[in-house]
């Protein structure tokens, strides 16, 4: 995404002071009609009463599909490690060499996505090394079942290994490509200044102001949609995908 390399702190500063100066213009707009002796306009405050509720929508449906890809996400880990598990237990039916290869190629699959969880490695090149396992891995796999065609066992541990791969595809398109569009994010910053500027225009009609309460609502805003960009990202930030699952099957592994 366009927007991966600005941090989250500087997301949330920059949100926060982009609704403060929405705000500040729509004030300014509001004394000039005051100063010019304009009509106070009735039906501004329930045109922002629309938006705030146009906005807040957006977010809850933002949030909400930030939330489920999240989720799908955390899921893909444990399926994935149960059907590395799953693969390294068939693997032991098979004759040597080939189950000694397998099951060495798999706690080295293994070691690369927790090297690549704790940041120790490059995405690009943990990408890298776990395809070019998914050939080693496959070439054993086949040249097993060339030996012995037959084998529902070969069978079996074609099939989990077959899965551990489709497994990887899912996990890089639900972190990498299954995001939130570009144009949503334009939308709800869109929708934050027009209703901050409204917001603006109805205050800057009133006598008094109470810079607190519009920090504050200018904050709530930013702060929801932080949240949404935080889930928006499984390698950063406060609410991150645990890699538990994998981490134990490393362990677990290791131990036999």
Do not use: C
Not at 105 to 122: F, M, S, T
């Amino acid at each position: 995404m366009p927007f991966d390399g600005i941090p989250i702190w500087a997301i949330l500063l920059g949100t926060i002071a982009l609704g403060l100066a929405g705000l500040e213009m729509g004030v300014l707009l509001g004394r000039s009609r005051q100063r010019r002796r304009y009509e106070k306009l009735e039906s501004a405050g329930g045109m922002v009463a629309v938006m705030m509720g146009l906005l807040a929508f957006m977010l809850a449906f933002t949030f909400t599909a930030a939330a489920n890809r999240h989720d799908a996400r955390r899921a893909l880990v444990v399926d994935e490690a149960n059907a590395i598990e799953t693969t390294w237990l068939r693997a032991g039916f098979l004759a040597e060499p080939y189950r000694a290869d397998i099951r060495r190629l798999l706690q080295d699959y293994v070691d690369v996505r927790v090297k690549a969880a704790n940041g120790e490695i490059e995405l690009g090149e943990a990408l890298r090394q776990s395809e070019g396992l998914h050939e080693r891995m496959w070439a054993v796999a086949v040249d097993a079942g060339r030996k012995d065609a037959g084998s529902i066992t070969i069978g079996l541990v074609v099939q989990s290994l077959n899965e551990v791969i489709d497994l990887h595809l899912k996990r890089v398109t639900a972190a990498l490509r299954d995001r939130i569009p570009v144009a949503i994010w334009l939308t709800l910053y869109l929708l934050i200044v027009i209703g901050a500027v409204m917001m603006g225009l109805e205050i800057g009609q009133g006598r008094t102001r109470h810079f607190p309460l519009e920090l504050a609502v200018a904050v709530s805003f930013s702060i929801v949609l932080v949240m949404i960009v935080d889930l928006d990202r499984p390698f950063e930030g406060l609410v991150d995908v645990s890699q538990q699952a994998t981490v134990d099957l490393q362990t677990k592994l290791k131990n036999r």
